[in-house]
């Protein structure tokens, strides 16, 4: 899958996590595979990561992308995409050099929308947690190329191009 073809589909799950937020008032992280099957059809498949499960949710997306490559039915993956609520660092509407929303006393909330192929090619979209009287609403929020990481997404990556031992 090239950054064309990424962009397109995180978008498109973009367009849903909006739907979604604007119907529940909050979204649950979500990742979604793009798989090539032996038999060459492409599928997609999601895995909801269960808010119990945020603090051990490195291990999980590596022994997922682990279990994914031992599995003989799929071929290989094309794209992972993820949809979460998170914090926002201040400066990353100002270009600044962002530091970590938890050390950030003027953070936000927000949505993000993130897609990784295997190559490493990356498509972010983030929107902000606007809130007007009893409503919430997403605003989309601009920022540099390359100004945010997918560490979560790499950890997926990395269980599933080589084997991970978790005590």
Do not use: C
């Given at each position: 899958?090239?950054?064309?073809?990424?962009?397109?589909?995180?978008?498109?799950?973009?367009?849903?996590?909006?739907?979604?937020?604007?119907?529940?008032?909050?979204?649950?992280?979500?990742?979604?595979?793009?798989?090539?099957?032996?038999?060459?059809?492409?599928g997609s498949g999601v895995v909801n990561i269960p808010d119990e499960m945020i603090e051990?949710?490195?291990?999980?997306?590596?022994?997922?992308?682990?279990?994914?490559?031992?599995?003989?039915?799929?071929?290989?993956?094309?794209?992972?995409?993820?949809?979460?609520?998170?914090?926002?660092?201040?400066?990353?509407?100002?270009?600044?050099?962002?530091?970590?929303?938890?050390?950030?006393?003027?953070?936000?909330?927000?949505?993000?929308?993130?897609?990784?192929?295997?190559?490493?090619?990356?498509?972010?979209?983030?929107?902000?947690?606007?809130?007007?009287w009893k409503f919430k609403f997403l605003k989309k929020i601009d920022f540099k190329k390359?100004?945010?990481?997918?560490?979560?997404?790499?950890?997926?990556?990395?269980?599933?191009?080589?084997?991970?031992?978790?005590a």
């Amino acid at each position: 899958m090239n950054q064309k073809q990424l962009k397109v589909e995180v978008n498109k799950l973009s367009k849903t996590a909006v739907r979604v937020f604007r119907r529940d008032g909050y979204l649950k992280t979500f990742l979604v595979i793009l798989p090539i099957f032996q038999d060459k059809k492409k599928g997609s498949g999601v895995v909801n990561i269960p808010d119990e499960m945020i603090e051990h949710r490195k291990e999980l997306l590596q022994k997922l992308g682990e279990n994914i490559r031992q599995d003989p039915k799929v071929k290989d993956i094309e794209a992972i995409m993820m949809m979460s609520e998170i914090f926002i660092g201040s400066k990353i509407q100002k270009g600044e050099k962002a530091i970590l929303p938890s050390k950030d006393p003027h953070k936000k909330e927000g949505v993000i929308v993130a897609g990784m192929t295997q190559k490493g090619k990356q498509v972010v979209n983030i929107f902000e947690i606007k809130k007007w009287w009893k409503f919430k609403f997403l605003k989309k929020i601009d920022f540099k190329k390359g100004q945010i990481e997918q560490p979560l997404l790499k950890e997926f990556w990395k269980g599933y191009q080589e084997p991970v031992s978790i005590a």
